[in-house]
């Protein structure tokens, strides 16, 4: 499989410069594309091809007065701009069709030169290479520092520099993963495990491990509500605005990060410690639209199932995703009868059948490990009894954690 590799930037003045250069004319080329294709349907011809777009918006438009300064940047990053056009037009007609699974996405639009990330792409065609300093040198760019937190397994295949919104750069590598390397990182265990997410704790373990929720956002609402009322006072268009802003995005990247640094350590501790993981499709859009939205926003269940899926795919785990309709609330884990539903502020609940009692988030993880099948599988029994498709499609988009990483 393949997974991305993100490293830290530090480009020189010049090299900030080249950057934006770059920046600026893949998207030109990008827009460029998006309009003849436009054009072209609103006068009832056919869709240009690649090729004829290849060479009239790169080639051509070259040699154009008002376009030759398209030579001033590799020419890998243009047609990759192409090609990610072409992409946004796949997916937005097989979108249209019913041949691609989630939401319906709307036609490609024109990027702004005023959004807050940028990114070019850079293939083997481009003959950038990772210097023997260290560096990252790139064509019409040069050799920029990398901050290297960690070692990459395999030759990358192709490598992005990313501009984010809080004006940081980033170098995304992909990498294709060695199953044989993977599985030897990655020994068998017999261990099962079932997870209830939650608020009140991030994550209770049906061997009665509580997780804590760290409330990444909470913990940074008064720095970050200070940065947005000092952002709303500046004057549109003024240098001051522009400072403000940065900060904002900035003290959101922290927050980010931070919550992103926590999911992958506990999901990398849960797949390696436990050979089948049980989780539930919680209705995270719907919750997002109760009064608990940003208490879970905060959360980020998404994201940390879909490090769960990749990382489970990755090492040859097993992950299960049960119904979100289960009662796993409801149902006593040591006798199995249904005690009816209970508000959210009941936390403990004592069984009317057998009398047991019971932690509520203890119960429910205990019953989503005995829903997926995974209950039985220490005796011997296979770990995942039938197959059961993820309903979280998100890709991960960082690797696993080396070194000092490990959680």
């Known amino acids: 499989m393949q997974l991305r590799y993100a490293f830290r930037l530090y480009p020189d003045a010049a090299q900030q410069t080249a950057l934006a250069r770059a920046f600026g004319c893949a998207r030109v080329v990008f827009n460029d594309a ?3 294709r436009e054009d072209a349907r609103q006068a009832g011809r056919p869709f240009p091809t690649a090729g004829g777009l290849s060479r009239k918006l790169i080639t ?7 376009r030759s300064w398209l030579g001033e940047v ?5 047609q990759q701009s192409l090609r990610d056009a072409e992409s946004a037009y796949r997916n937005f007609f097989a979108s249209l069709r019913g041949a691609r699974k989630g939401p319906k ?3 490609p639009r024109f990027k702004s030169r005023k959004d ?3 990114s070019v792409r850079f293939t083997a065609n481009a003959r950038w290479n990772i210097t023997g300093s260290g560096r990252l040198s ?3 760019i040069g050799a920029v520092k990398v901050k290297w937190s960690r070692t990459l397994p395999t030759t990358p295949t192709s490598v992005t520099v990313v501009k984010d919104a809080a004006g940081r750069y980033f170098a995304s590598f992909v990498i294709d993963t060695d199953p044989a390397a993977d599985a030897t990182r990655m020994p068998d265990t017999a261990h099962t495990i079932g997870i209830d997410l939650g608020l ?3 994550a209770v373990l049906s061997d009665g491990t509580k997780i804590d929720s760290p409330r990444f956002l909470r913990r940074a609402e008064k720095k970050l509500k200070k940065a947005q009322r000092e952002l709303s006072r500046k004057q549109k268009g003024s240098k001051n605005r522009a400072k403000a802003r940065l900060k904002v995005a900035r003290a959101h990247a922290r927050v980010a990060d931070a919550r992103r640094e926590f999911h992958h350590q506990l999901s990398t501790k849960l797949i390696s410690e436990n050979q089948g993981i049980a989780v539930e499709d919680l209705a995270v859009k719907a919750l997002a639209r109760t009064r608990l939205a940003k208490s879970v926003h905060d959360a980020g269940w998404s994201s940390f199932i879909s490090m769960l899926e990749y990382k489970a795919e990755r090492y040859g785990r097993t992950l299960v995703t049960i119904g979100r309709f289960e009662p796993t609330s409801q149902v006593c884990s040591t006798c199995g009868v249904k005690d009816g539903p209970k508000p959210l502020n009941v936390r403990e609940w004592t069984c009317s059948a057998c009398g047991t009692v019971h932690d509520r988030d203890h119960n429910a993880a205990i019953n989503v490990k005995t829903a997926a099948g995974l209950a039985v599988s220490a005796c011997g029994a296979p770990v995942r009894p039938e197959s059961v498709l993820a309903q979280c499609e998100e890709t991960g988009s960082h690797g696993f954690p080396t070194g000092s990483r490990v959680a």
Not at 74 to 78: A, E, G, I, R
Request: no cysteine; net charge positive; charged share 25%.
């Open 34 to 36: 998006v309009r003849a």
């Open 60 to 66: 051509e438009a070259k040699q154009t007065k008002e």
């Open 74 to 78: 590799s020419v890998v990053v243009l």
């Open 105 to 107: 996405l709307g036609a």
């Open 116 to 118: 807050a990330r940028q």
């Open 138 to 140: 790139l064509p019409k």
């Open 200 to 202: 009140t704790h991030f």
